[in-house]
């Protein structure tokens, strides 16, 4: 037998309205396929054949007994645990100071970065690139890749087209934010604000 420890990255959705969820899901197809999905409320067939289809990796919880405590909304709640045999890497220009990553570089495709301290980075996040931290997180580039910011504030200055964006375990829509304008996101009463800098 082997057993090892993996990063995991989950979504808990209460499914209420079938067409919401469905609409939901197409909106978010590509960007909700990096989680493991815990589906709990209203699953039918019609919605196990879409989530099949779409090679999406899923479980229906509705009958197990999980609490999850310190969510931080009703329909879903993202967990992570780290494992750090399975970061990638440090580049040697990273550097760590006052506890602070800096990465004075872009994020290349295919690179993940996992951090629990705030994250600085002085370039873009590039398409198949996927940053995550428990912290704040400043980027001075466009973001192509995945980004997914559990602190207090992001700060970045725009999203691309293939950019996806999770900061407090909400989807923020690109439409929302601006290109080429220095942008902070932060949470109130539970509210996603965002404000030009």
């Known amino acids: 037998m082997i057993a090892k420890q993996k990063n995991l990255r989950v979504f808990h959705i209460s499914i209420e309205d079938k067409e919401k969820f469905v609409e939901?899901?197409?909106?978010?197809?590509l960007l909700l396929k990096e989680f493991f999905l815990l589906i709990d409320g209203k699953l039918d067939r019609d919605?196990?054949?879409?989530?099949?289809?779409?090679?999406?990796?899923?479980?229906?919880?509705?009958?197990c007994k999980i609490r999850f405590?310190?969510?931080?909304?009703?329909?879903?709640?993202?967990?992570?645990?780290?494992?750090?045999?399975?970061?990638?890497?440090?580049?040697?220009?990273?550097?760590?100071?006052n506890k602070i990553s800096i990465f004075?570089?872009?994020?290349?495709?295919?690179?993940?970065?996992?951090?629990?301290?705030?994250?600085?980075?002085?370039?873009?996040?590039?398409?198949?690139?996927?940053?995550?931290?428990?912290?704040?997180v400043s980027i001075y580039g466009i973001i192509d890749g995945l980004v997914i910011c559990e602190g207090e504030f992001l700060l970045l200055y725009g999203i691309g087209k293939r950019g996806?964006?999770?900061?407090?375990?909400?989807?923020?829509?690109?439409?929302?934010?601006?290109?080429?304008?220095?942008q902070k996101i932060s949470m109130i009463s539970n509210k996603v604000v965002i404000k030009e800098v």
């Open 24 to 29: 939901y899901f197409k909106k978010n197809k």
């Open 47 to 63: 919605i196990e054949n879409l989530l099949n289809e779409s090679d999406v990796c899923f479980k229906d919880i509705s009958c």
């Open 69 to 97: 405590l310190g969510a931080k909304k009703v329909d879903y709640e993202e967990v992570e645990k780290k494992d750090s045999s399975e970061q990638v890497n440090r580049d040697p220009i990273k550097e760590q100071k």
């Open 104 to 136: 004075e570089r872009p994020i290349r495709s295919g690179e993940e970065i996992n951090e629990e301290l705030p994250v600085v980075v002085f370039g873009r996040v590039n398409s198949g690139a996927k940053l995550f931290s428990s912290q704040s």
């Open 164 to 182: 996806n964006l999770i900061f407090n375990g909400e989807i923020i829509e690109r439409e929302l934010l601006k290109e080429n304008v220095l």
